[in-house]
C-alpha cells in the first residue's frame, strides 16, 4: 500500500490553544497551573511524544494495551467475585484496577478500566461479557427494524464513568490518563453476530445486503463511542485511543466505503479538545492510510508490521505507537530484548514513538517481565534535556 492520497498532513499540533484548553476543567490535569503540587500532564513524556515532542523528552514513554488486568495478581484480587462490566461500572474500583498497573510498573500512562461494551450497556441494550467466551447480546442487531429500535445512550448515564476517571485521575496525580473507547466496525460488529466471531461474516454481509441498516447502526456506534470518548476527557483524560479489533477482517476498499466516516465520526467527536487521539486496529496494516485519514494524530500498529515500514505508509509525518511483539514477552530475555531493540530502532524512523505492545497483554504473563521491560526501555531510551 502507497501512502495516503495527497500532502500528507503537518505533525500533530504541539500545544493546545487557549480555544481548546478553555472546553476543559480549570482542574483538568492539562490546565494545571505553574506552581501547583502536581505538574501539568502536557510535559510528561507521554504527552511530548504523543504531540511530536518526543525529542523534548527525558525518555521513550510506554505503556501497553491490557496493562490492567489478568496478568496481575492485585488485578484478580480486586477484581475476585465481582463480573467485568461491575467492575467497569464500580468507580473507586475501576480507578484502583487503572492505576495498578502504573503503580507496579513504572509505565509512562494509564489506560481507562473499561470495556467497548461498556457505552451500550449504559444505553440500554442488554449485553453481558461470558466468562471463556466474550461480548453477548440477547439479541443480536440484523435488521434495519433493529437497528432504529436501539436506545440513544443519555448523557446523564456517563455520570458513572466521569466519577470513575475523575477518581483515577486523582490517584494518577502527574501520570497522564488515556481514554478508551471501541471503534465503530468492532462494536457494530458484536452486535451484528451477537457475540465474538472469527470471521464476522454477518455484518461484512449487511454491508452489501442492507447498506442502510449498516449505515444507521455504524453511525449509531460511532455516537455512542464519541459520547463515551467526551465524558472521558471531559473529567481528565489527556489523550484517547479509538480501538479497532476486528477491522483487520476488512479490505481497504470496504473499509473506506462502509467504515472510514464512523471512525471519522467517533474521532472528530473530541477534535475540539486538542487532546491526542490515537487509533489502533489488529491485523490493519494495509488499512493504515485509510485509518489516519479518519482522523487520527497517533496511529497504532500491531506486531506484523514493522514501524519504520508503517512510517514510509504514512509519508513519514505520523507519530507512532507499538509494537513489541506479545508472543515475545515469554519467549526469554535472550528473545525479548534484542526484538525490543528493534522495535525502537524502528520507530525512530517516525517524527515520534510511543513504545507499546502491538497487542494486548497476554493473560499469563509474569508481572515482572513487564516491569523490567519498562525500566529496560527507560534506560534504553533516557536523553539529556
Request: one cysteine or more; hydrophobic letters at 45%.
Amino acid at each position: 500500500m502507497t501512502a495516503p492520497a495527497g500532502a500528507p498532513r503537518a505533525p500533530y499540533r504541539p500545544l493546545l490553544t487557549e480555544d481548546q484548553l478553555a472546553h476543559l476543567p480549570a482542574n483538568h490535569p492539562l490546565r494545571r497551573a505553574e506552581g501547583e503540587i502536581r505538574a501539568n500532564t502536557a510535559s510528561s513524556p507521554m504527552l511530548l511524544a504523543l504531540t511530536g515532542r518526543g525529542n523534548q523528552a527525558s525518555h521513550r514513554p510506554v505503556w501497553f494495551m491490557r496493562q490492567a488486568g489478568r496478568s496481575l495478581p492485585e488485578y484478580r484480587a480486586a477484581r475476585e467475585g465481582i463480573a467485568m462490566l461491575d467492575a467497569c461500572l464500580t468507580p473507586e474500583l475501576a480507578a484502583e484496577i487503572t492505576v495498578q498497573p502504573v503503580r507496579r510498573h513504572a509505565v509512562d500512562a494509564g489506560i481507562f478500566f473499561s470495556d467497548i461494551v461498556i457505552p451500550m450497556k449504559l444505553a440500554g441494550v442488554d449485553v453481558d461479557i461470558v466468562p471463556g467466551r466474550g461480548p453477548v447480546l440477547s439479541s443480536p442487531v440484523r435488521t434495519l427494524e433493529d437497528v432504529r429500535a436501539l436506545p440513544e445512550l443519555e448523557d446523564s448515564a456517563l455520570d458513572v464513568i466521569r466519577e470513575a476517571i475523575a477518581a483515577t485521575v486523582e490517584k494518577l496525580g502527574d501520570t497522564p490518563l488515556i481514554g478508551f473507547a471501541g471503534a465503530p466496525f468492532t462494536v457494530a460488529a458484536y452486535m451484528v453476530e451477537g457475540g465474538p466471531s472469527r470471521d464476522h461474516l454477518r455484518p461484512r454481509t449487511m454491508m452489501h445486503a442492507d447498506p442502510q441498516a449498516w449505515k444507521e447502526l455504524g453511525a449509531w456506534a460511532a455516537r455512542t463511542a464519541g459520547q463515551f470518548l467526551r465524558a472521558q476527557i471531559e473529567t481528565g483524560a489527556s489523550a484517547v485511543q479509538l480501538f479497532d479489533s476486528w477491522a483487520g477482517s476488512l479490505s481497504e476498499g470496504d473499509y473506506r466505503r462502509y467504515v472510514q466516516e464512523h471512525s471519522a465520526a467517533s474521532l472528530a467527536a473530541v477534535e475540539e479538545f486538542g487532546v491526542p487521539r490515537i487509533h489502533f486496529g489488529t491485523g490493519t496494516g494495509e488499512l493504515l492510510g485509510a485509518m489516519y485519514e479518519a482522523g487520527a494524530d497517533v496511529m497504532g500498529v500491531d506486531y506484523r508490521l514493522p514501524l519504520d515500514i508503517a512510517s514510509q505508509r504514512l509519508g513519514g509525518k505520523v507519530v507512532l505507537q507499538g509494537n513489541i511483539d506479545p508472543a515475545l514477552l515469554a519467549a526469554g530475555p535472550e528473545v525479548l530484548y534484542p526484538h525490543v531493540d528493534s522495535v525502537l530502532q524502528a520507530g525512530s524512523a517516525a517524527p515520534s514513538h510511543v513504545v507499546n505492545l502491538g497487542h494486548g497483554v497476554p493473560p499469563t504473563t509474569d508481572p515482572q517481565v513487564l516491569t523490567d521491560l519498562v525500566s529496560y526501555i527507560h534506560r534504553k531510551t533516557a536523553r539529556t534535556v
